[in-house]
């Protein structure tokens, strides 16, 4: 195991303290390599089953498009100009899995039917975007749910969160 030490100093250059980071090796001899640990990701959970009424090929597009959500926002988008979050329209989603717009539309719509995918319009002044998410219980891409998140899926999310997140998150959207 390594460590980061972070001495901090005053104004004057006097000492103040100093924090040590413990950092896990790389590799362990019982647990194994840790594998691309700084990547992004999307996982999946293994009790919680995708919808019956979904096929094959609806299962292989929700993979494709789940390796373009983008870092951890559960947003089907891309890496902008510049570094921002951009959201994927339906034509680049039709090129991600290589369909026609008309039956990548369909497929979407049936999606947010199924409550795997979310649709929000957003509007900025005069400018609107449609951003598309995934319903974390299906595919997340991060270790924390944000407030947003809770809002678009509570209704799926509920029966997995305990009383203690409900509680937190009802606190979080209560308008001040």
Known sequence: ????????????????????????????????YLFWNQTNFVKTFQDVELPKELRKVDIANLFL?????????????????GGSPRPMTINQM?????DTERHTTTFIKRMIKARIIAK????????????YYFNPIYFFSSNRLSLNLYALFQKDLDPFLSNYAKQRFS????VK
């Open 94 to 98: 039709s090129e991600v899995i290589k």
């Open 171 to 174: 606190k979080l959207m209560v």
């Open 1 to 32: 195991m390594g460590f980061r030490e972070t001495i901090y100093y005053d104004d004057e250059g006097k000492e103040t303290g100093k924090k040590k980071i413990y950092l896990p090796d790389r590799f362990d001899d019982k647990k194994g």
């Open 120 to 131: 929000i319009d957003v509007k900025i002044g005069d400018d609107k975007t449609i951003q």
């Open 65 to 81: 498009l789940s390796k373009k959500v983008y870092a951890d926002t559960n947003m089907i988008g891309y890496r902008g100009n």
